[in-house]
Structure formats: structure tokens, C-alpha cells
């Protein structure tokens, strides 16, 4: 099931979601706790998937060099928020 998203900045197309099917589970080895469950796609489900990359791609190409450093500036700067001391 994919279910788009809204909400895509600075004019970039949104992202979409793909609910995990049969994809591998990747789990904790010291307490078995699930960390991710990777998404698979194949045939039909993978096309769209791969049109949507090479749109946003073109879209991203297009923006500016100073909003697309921008992009990364606030992406660093959430990440040292969020980082252990």
C-alpha cells in the first residue's frame, strides 16, 4: 500500500511510503528489539517508485545551489539536536 505524503519543501515532489510486505527485519542483536523493516518492491509497485525518484531528482537539480545547501544546513542542525553529549 504507498499513501503520499504532504508537504514537500521548497517545491520538491513529496515522498512516498510503502507499507513493508515481505522485506527483511533487522533486529537488535542484544535484545531482539526491531530497528527497521525494509520495504521491498517489485514489478508494478517498483515503477512507480522509480518515476517518482527520477521526478524529484529533476526537481531537486533545479533548485538553487543556496537552497539546496540550505536543506542540508537544517538537516545538520537537527541532527546535533537530537545527538547524545
Do not use: H, I, K, N
Amino acid at each position: 500500500m504507498t499513501r503520499p505524503q504532504t508537504g514537500g519543501a521548497a517545491g520538491l515532489s513529496t515522498a512516498v511510503a510503502v507499507q513493508p510486505r515481505s522485506g527483511p527485519v533487522f533486529t537488535a542483536p542484544a535484545t531482539g528489539q526491531v530497528l527497521a523493516t525494509v520495504a521491498t518492491a517489485s514489478g508494478e509497485g517498483f515503477d512507480p517508485l522509480v518515476a517518482r525518484a527520477r521526478t524529484a531528482q529533476r526537481d531537486w537539480a533545479r533548485l538553487p545551489y543556496v537552497e539546496r545547501s540550505q536543506v542540508f544546513l537544517r538537516a545538520a542542525a537537527l541532527t546535533e539536536v537530537g545527538a547524545e553529549p
